[in-house]
């Protein structure tokens, strides 16, 4: 039953979350709000919003290492099964554009988070210092946003924009999505613990592994339709954004709410993890002949694999 229960929350969240952000970004743009702002606020962070509320809900039902392990797991199964899976599928021409700055931004993130966690546990301050990065790097992307368009002309769509959704619809779509997500978020953190205690693992593991996996299931969705449809650079940019979200929103919310202890497993492994297998992205990032092919979607996959034996070992 407590399986039943876990793919229940899961499902509720994800469905949830999708919901929160078509009504936010319909009212928010019937009420004025720029598209580009409704981009970079409303649909980033309600797109997060699931592993938000698993943090948040996991830290209040004080089990602080499965708000972590999610967030450390995601980010390592977003470039070792994100990217490997839509590889194996079809080869990803990552030399067609460019990510350079979001990448190296990325890694920056990554080391500094790492360098706090040394400092653990992670509490109300650290947690500020990193929405502080997360909003300077907002404002860094608008302005050059803004930039481009005052270049090229024009307004960008924003995703889950309808103009044609009755008002009434917005209304409900927001009440299910703000009433979903807490319930959601209460099944699948309650299912988890249970599961953890019944294997006799902690709740890191379990962050780490199942919780990780399932609320990846959205970018890997994403990135095999874009596989699917050759467009690489939504892949790369999907994989590159949610890393620097979940560290610096997930992260940084999630401390508000109480301290984030991390325990020894974290330090000699997970965070190593975590930064080594985003450093196997240069290549692809960094090289104008590169390309994920099916070789190297095979190669991240058995990589992702056997972290998760690495996880469980030493669990």
């Known amino acids: 039953m407590v399986w039943v229960t876990l793919v229940l929350g899961l499902g509720i969240l994800l469905i ?21 702002i409704v981009s970079l606020t409303i649909v980033a962070f309600g797109t997060s919003a699931p592993e938000l509320l698993i943090s948040v809900d996991a830290v209040l039902a004080g089990a602080p290492g499965l708000a972590l392990g999610n967030v450390v797991g995601s980010n390592t199964a977003n470039v070792l099964l994100v ?14 554009f460019d990510t350079r700055k979001s990448y190296k931004t990325m890694i920056g993130v990554t ?3 790492i360098a706090l966690c040394f400092l653990a546990p992670l509490t109300f301050w650290h947690g500020l210092m990193l929405l502080a990065v997360l909003a300077f790097i907002l404002w860094d992307q ?40 807490p319930l959601g978020a209460s099944l699948f953190v309650d299912s988890s613990v249970s599961i953890a205690e019944a ?9 780490l592994t199942l919780v990780a996996a399932g609320t990846s299931l959205p970018e890997l969705a994403t990135t095999v339709m874009a596989a699917l449809r050759r467009q690489a650079d939504v892949a790369m940019g999907n994989v590159i954004g949610s890393n620097m ?51 190297w979607g095979f190669f991240l996959f058995v990589l992702y694999l056997a972290y998760l034996v690495m996880v469980v070992m030493h669990g």
């Open 16 to 36: 949830s979350g999708d919901l929160l952000v078509r009504g936010a970004v319909n009212a928010s743009l019937r009420l004025g709000v720029p598209a580009l």
């Open 83 to 96: 990217l490997g899976v839509p590889a194996l599928i079809s080869r990803l021409h990552t030399a067609e």
């Open 111 to 113: 080391v500094f988070f």
């Open 142 to 181: 608008a302005s050059e946003a803004m930039s481009h368009r005052k270049r090229n002309g024009g307004d960008d769509d924003v995703e889950g924009a309808d103009a044609s959704l009755a008002g009434w619809k917005i209304a409900t779509f927001l009440i299910l999505g703000l009433v979903g997500l």
């Open 199 to 207: 294997f006799g693992v902690s709740d890191s593991v379990i962050g």
């Open 245 to 295: 979200f979940n560290l610096l929103a997930i992260m940084g919310v999630t401390t508000l709410f109480g301290p984030v202890p991390v325990v020894w497993p974290f330090l000699a492994y997970d965070l190593w993890a975590m930064l080594g297998a985003s450093l196997l992205l240069a290549p692809f990032v960094f090289s104008k002949k590169r390309s994920l092919t099916r070789r």
